[in-house]
């Protein structure tokens, strides 16, 4: 079964930073690009960044360039956003999705329950 | 950056097809996935590629796209299709996957 487990979610400061992580299984990880995706409460999907098989390609939706990092480690499974200079317009569940930055593959099947990141003072 | 919009609300009545469209800016030249989210639960993808269907999803589910509109549509419409659905293309342009706004249908 393919599954996606997101954690490092949190409270923290603005300005502030947080990682976080997703561990895949399931599959063979380094066949797909995998991405980030952002629910604020109440609101709909963002797409947040996303990153290619090898990691030698990424992009960032403009509300986080510069200040968020995607990055994966294929020995372990597993996919990371690094979050920096966090507002509180980040506050947002945040799943982790198979896909959408492959070429050919620009759908997210599957996604994680999400990691809940809450910027507040 | 490129824009979807959908209507907000859908109603439909059990057993009636429900029609949710997408609009963007010649968006039958872009490829059109489509996304279901029922309250707590992560999305599920119903649609890819305009019409295709993942493994696991009813044939009831059915998409198109030409010209300005893509649209998905749900047939036999039951009480456990309510949820909110949201399409999403990629934008090669700026190289970024974009959503719809979503809508929500309510089965009556």
């Known amino acids: 079964e393919v599954q996606l487990v997101e954690s490092g979610g949190g409270v923290v400061r603005p300005g502030g930073s947080l990682r976080l992580s997703c561990a895949a299984s399931?599959?063979?990880?380094?066949?797909?690009?995998m991405s980030w995706v952002r629910q604020a409460p109440g609101k709909g999907l963002e797409w947040v960044s996303g990153?290619?098989?090898?990691?030698?390609?990424?992009g960032y939706a403009d509300s986080v360039k510069g200040r968020f990092t995607i990055s994966r480690d294929n020995a372990k499974n597993s996919l990371y956003l690094q979050m920096n200079s966090l507002r509180a317009e980040d506050t947002a569940l945040y799943h982790c999705?198979?896909?959408?930055?492959?070429?050919?593959?620009?759908?997210?099947?599957?996604w994680g329950q999400g990691t809940l990141v809450t910027v507040s003072s | 950056s490129y824009v979807l919009t959908q209507p907000p609300s859908v109603s439909v009545a059990p057993g009636q097809t429900a029609r949710i469209t997408c609009g963007g800016n010649?968006?039958?030249?872009?490829?059109v996935h489509w996304y279901q989210q029922k309250p707590g639960q992560a999305p599920v993808l119903v649609v890819y590629d305009d019409s295709d269907r993942p493994s696991g999803i009813p044939e009831r589910f059915s998409g198109s796209n030409s010209g300005n509109t893509a649209t998905l549509t749900i047939s036999r419409v039951e009480a456990g299709d309510e949820a909110d659905y949201y399409c999403q293309v990629w934008d090669s342009s700026s190289e970024m996957s974009v959503f719809g706004t979503g809508t929500k249908v309510t089965v009556l």
């Open positions: 010649n968006i039958g030249s872009k490829s």
């Open positions: 399931g599959f063979t990880f380094d066949d797909y690009g």
């Open positions: 990153i290619n098989w090898n990691g030698g390609s990424t």
């Open positions: 999705a198979r896909g959408g930055y492959s070429s050919g593959w620009y759908w997210f099947d599957p």
